[in-house]
């Protein structure tokens, strides 16, 4: 018996099941340029940063140094960043492929080199709701998430292993926002050289008459 995700991504996946042909939309590319990359990407990768001295303040720096000693070893780092990369890329997989409906067969695994950067992604473009849930899934279950239980239980570890995995999502954030106002009838795919992504609007409706083209007036 195959394998079906919960009836809920079914109802998501067919919310976005209208086929998908690149001559009825226009693409624009929403990139960060590669000489401006660090300098809209730092403020994403120093933002989690904060956190420690939050944790320093609200529960002294004893048991937050004892932690930090027991956290930065060979062994854990190690653990943290292959364990990290995997989980990553799986969260960004899953939620594609259960928000969009698109086949397994759709999605790659590839480097972009000049960031020497592990990506997944689709070789069809997906609606913008599902790509929005598989490109923010990551930074909300490895960084938000454990970030949270790290101040619950005041464990320096969590804390530490989320502020890696919330910086190494800033990609993902910065991408986030450059298609935050993409429309909901576009198709948004990630671009396959730069940081960034492909937004595909429709084309206007040329043989619509214009008795019933609605215009907006703000």
Request: glycine share 6%.
């Amino acid at each position: 018996m195959a394998f079906q995700f919960p009836l809920f991504f079914q109802i998501c996946a067919r919310m976005g099941e209208k086929d998908f042909d690149y001559a009825d939309f226009v693409s624009e590319e929403r990139i960060v340029p590669e000489e401006k990359l660090g300098k809209y990407n730092l403020p994403f990768i120093l933002f989690p940063a904060f956190f420690p001295f939050l944790f320093v303040i609200n529960f002294g720096t004893q048991g937050f140094l004892s932690g930090v000693d027991n956290f930065f070893t060979f062994q854990n780092l190690f653990l943290i960043f292959s364990a990290g990369f995997v989980a990553h890329e799986l969260l960004h997989f899953l939620s594609w492929q259960a928000f969009s409906g698109l086949p397994i067969q759709d999605f790659r695994l590839g480097m972009r080199w000049s960031q020497f950067t592990p990506v997944i992604g689709c070789q069809r473009p997906m609606r913008p709701m599902a790509f929005r849930v598989g490109l923010i899934m990551p930074f909300l279950l490895m960084g938000v998430l454990p970030m949270s239980l790290a101040f619950y239980f005041q464990n320096t570890w969590l804390l530490c292993a989320a502020v890696i995995y919330m910086a190494w999502a800033s990609a993902d954030i910065l991408t986030f926002i450059l298609f935050w106002k993409a429309p909901s009838n576009s198709f948004v795919e990630m671009h396959r050289s730069a940081l960034g992504c492909i937004v595909y609007n429709p084309k206007p409706d040329l043989d619509e008459s214009p008795a019933s083209i609605k215009i907006k007036v703000d």
